[in-house]
């Protein structure tokens, strides 16, 4: 019984911050990458103010769950030690991909980071409805 209460109050934390942190996604690395996070804050946002229903902030959750893991993984593929072609780098700063180093500026490292939670939280909370 204790564990089913812990994890039903970690649900409602992860759904409360969910919305906070898509939305942190959305706006702290501003690309195309990052584009579809700050839609779906948006239109989550507004749909819940027309109707006054909460549940307007869990639209496109699945999808962006998939986005947010594709992204990921080609993060991680752009961090490798290769060396791309010149228009392959050109395409990934065009689109928002970066570089993680040690100086790398606030606004990627906060991007990375909201992006791995977002990622996290919302695996966590699909697979405690299970």
């Known amino acids: 019984m204790v564990s089913f209460l812990k994890g039903s109050h970690l649900r409602v934390a992860c759904c409360l911050l969910l919305p906070a942190i898509q939305l942190v996604v959305g706006i702290s690395h501003p690309s195309w ?3 579809p996070f700050f839609v779906g804050s948006c239109v989550g946002l507004v749909d819940w103010s027309l109707t006054s229903n909460f ?8 999808a962006l769950q998939l986005y947010a893991g594709f992204i990921i993984v080609l993060l991680y593929l752009y961090q490798l030690p290769l060396e791309f072609s010149n228009m392959l780098q050109r395409i990934a700063d065009f689109v928002g991909l970066f570089k993680m180093s040690s100086t790398s500026e606030w606004p990627e490292i906060c991007s990375a980071a909201s992006l791995v939670h977002f990622y996290i939280m919302l695996l966590h909370s699909s697979l405690s409805s299970i």
């Open 55 to 62: 549940l307007g902030l869990f639209r496109f959750w699945r």
């Open 33 to 35: 990458v990052s584009l």
